[in-house]
């Protein structure tokens, strides 16, 4: 199975700042990589998918970078509804594993 | 617009079985490849199975493998997942989630239930 990780596992920022959180995949899974946003008690939400299309409806501030082992998921501009967690997940092959989660809290 | 709506949930004994319901509306169920995907209590999420849109294909995480069944009825617009020989461990919040790609698997969820909470008992 392929394994993915996260970094940094929680970060804390302010209200425009630029934030970049970065995943890798165990092996290459080229370009199937997603992003997805989720709130407490709320399911997740799809950001990104194939590591940079951003899903319609999705603030422009999200981008999504990467290809191979090595992803990014970016915010140009933190506004006060992106405090949350974010996921990757690898959609190359099943089962389609998630990364531990970042979590983005207010500084 | 894309409505899936789980049930089923609620506490067990270690060793039960329960069986989760999935009643997906606004779109064309026997389309789309589904998904059950579950988060552990103050957890990330775990990838739990998957099926193609007309049932033929299964797939497991390996931590379910043997205990869990994934199914549905496309007559009945339903996805269900028949949880077996329960652990503490299993204890979550279960997801029925859609997969975007129609009937391809892509793996990747564009619309998400609200979940459903398992809790089993020692």
């Known amino acids: 199975d392929i394994q993915m990780t996260q970094s940094p596992s929680s970060l804390s920022a302010s209200v425009g700042d630029r934030v970049t959180i970065t995943c890798r995949a165990s092996?290459?899974?080229?370009?199937?990589l997603n992003w997805y946003q989720q709130k407490p008690g709320k399911a997740p939400k799809l950001l990104i998918y194939?590591?940079?299309s951003l899903r319609s409806g999705v603030p422009s501030r999200f981008s999504g970078s990467g290809s191979g082992t090595d992803f990014s998921l970016s915010i140009s501009s933190l506004q006060p509804e992106d405090f949350a967690t974010y996921y990757c997940?690898?959609?190359?092959?099943?089962?389609?594993?998630f990364g531990p989660g970042t979590k983005v809290d207010i500084k | 617009q894309v409505q899936l709506v789980e049930s089923g949930g609620g506490v067990v004994q270690s060793g039960r079985s329960l069986r989760l319901s999935c009643a997906a509306s606004?779109?064309?169920?026997?389309?789309?490849?589904m998904y059950w995907v579950r988060q552990a209590p103050g957890k990330g999420l775990e990838w739990v199975a998957l099926?193609?849109?007309?049932?033929?294909?299964?797939y497991y995480a390996d931590s379910v493998k043997g205990r869990f069944t994934i199914s549905r009825d496309n007559s009945k617009n339903t996805l269900y997942l028949q949880m077996n020989s329960l652990k503490p461990e299993d204890t979550a919040v279960y997801y029925c989630?859609?997969?975007?790609?129609?009937?391809?698997?892509?793996?990747?969820?564009?619309?998400w239930g609200q979940g459903t909470l398992v809790t089993v008992s020692s």
């Open positions: 989630a859609r997969d975007g790609g129609g009937i391809a698997v892509t793996g990747t969820i564009d619309y």
């Open positions: 606004g779109f064309t169920f026997n389309s789309h490849t």
């Open positions: 099926i193609s849109y007309d049932g033929s294909k299964k």
């Open positions: 092996q290459s899974i080229s370009s199937y």
């Open positions: 194939t590591a940079s």
């Open positions: 997940q690898q959609s190359y092959s099943p089962p389609f594993t």
